[in-house]
């Protein structure tokens, strides 16, 4: 009888999540999508929201690789453009913006107020997202090179995987400072200190278009998940997680 009740528990597990909504999205974004996605679930009885975070440009290609998803989030522009162009996603409009910062482990006795102090050799290992792969790795390099520094810190630029990494490397004092997003700060809370912001003159503007997936075999329901990232529920998770709205 408790295997019977168990696989009936199972079973009724199963159905009550009949239809999985694939999200893939830039790992800045994973926190507040899955504060949200309770909502959008009980409004869609039966249907399970699952967030998988990466890099942007990592999940770009796995959409190029044929990867299952329904919704691409990016935390740039141009891998939206650039799976558009070769038709494999329909853009929608950006969800967020926001902003580049510089922090450090907040046991650190650092000090700067701009970019261009980066240059002091007390800042011996940069972290930093893969350029290309990683777009705050792009803003990153933009906002070194345009502060005319990009030469002389080279050397010191600890690529990471993705801005989460960045972010872990800064809290364990890995690193002496990293660029990562106002957010990623915000929600690390007292593990680390923020020095200064990077002017938005500095670097393309962060924001973070949406797509729809054009092989997902569920595309009304993954336009009703588009048109509620705009809605309330998502939008005040965006905010409460320090993103800025789009």
Do not use: C
Not at 41 to 59: I, N, R, T
Not at 124 to 138: E, N, S, T, Y
């Amino acid at each position: 009888m408790r295997v019977l009740a168990l696989l009936v528990a199972a079973l009724a597990s199963t159905a009550a999540h009949a239809q999985t909504l694939t999200v893939l999205a830039a790992a800045s974004l994973k926190q507040p999508l899955e504060a949200s996605a309770p909502a959008f679930e009980k409004a869609h009885p039966g249907v399970k929201v699952v967030v998988s975070a990466a890099a942007s440009g990592v999940l770009a290609k796995q959409i190029e690789a044929g990867a299952p998803a329904d919704i691409f989030l990016s935390a740039d522009l141009k891998n939206v453009v650039a799976l558009a162009q070769k038709g494999l996603v329909v853009a929608d409009k950006p969800i967020a913006r926001n902003t580049l910062v510089v922090a450090v482990p907040e046991t650190s006795t650092a000090h700067a107020t701009r970019v261009e102090d980066l240059k002091d050799a007390s800042f011996k290992r940069l972290g930093i997202g893969k350029p290309v792969q990683v777009p705050a790795g792009d803003y990153a390099m933009e906002s070194l090179t345009h502060a005319g520094i990009a030469k002389d810190v080279n050397a010191r630029l600890v690529p990471a995987e993705n801005v989460t990494q960045v972010l872990t490397w800064i809290r364990k004092g890995d690193v002496d400072a990293g660029f990562v997003y106002a957010s990623d700060a915000a929600g690390a809370k007292a593990d680390v200190r923020v020095l200064f912001t990077v002017p938005d003159t500095l670097h393309a503007p962060i924001v973070y278009p949406s797509a729809l997936v054009k092989a997902s075999k569920q595309q009304a329901l993954a336009r009703a998940y588009l048109a509620f990232l705009h809605g309330d529920v998502a939008q005040s998770a965006l905010k409460a997680a320090g993103f800025l709205p789009p």
